[in-house]
């Protein structure tokens, strides 16, 4: 996952997060949900239980499977812990906005060849 805005797309995300959960213990990966400004951010915490818990049962996860972590209300974004199949769905529902790895590999500027 580079710079490249397209690197940011759903499905360049899920293949950097497929990649991500072959070196993970557990086959999860961590990834920062952003959702849409219909959300208010009152609901947010609620939103975030409601589309992993709609993901769980689309898959026919258990829920112990996928972990929402901290909530911001003011970014309207939680994090979730949960297998690349999950967040695939999570990606899927109309409320997200986008979905970002929590681990990039490169985010350094890199020297300017003169």
């Given amino acids: ?5 397209t690197s940011w797309d759903p499905p360049a995300v899920i293949a950097a997060l497929r990649r991500q959960a072959q070196t993970s213990p557990d086959g999860t990966v961590s990834v920062q949900v952003f959702l849409t400004q219909a959300v208010a ?3 947010v915490a609620d939103c975030a239980r409601h ?11 258990r829920e112990g499977r996928a972990q929402v ?3 911001s209300r003011i970014a309207r974004s939680f994090t979730l812990q949960a297998a690349p199949s999950l967040i695939e769905r999570v990606i899927g ?5 986008a ?16």
């Fill in 1 to 5: 996952m580079g710079r490249d805005p």
């Fill in 51 to 61: 589309i992993v818990g709609g993901a769980c049962d689309a898959i026919g996860a």
């Fill in 41 to 43: 951010p009152d609901a």
């Fill in 69 to 71: 972590g901290r909530v």
């Fill in 93 to 97: 529902d109309e409320r997200v906005s």
């Fill in 99 to 114: 979905v970002l790895p929590s681990q990039i590999d490169d985010i350094r500027p890199k020297p300017i060849d003169a």
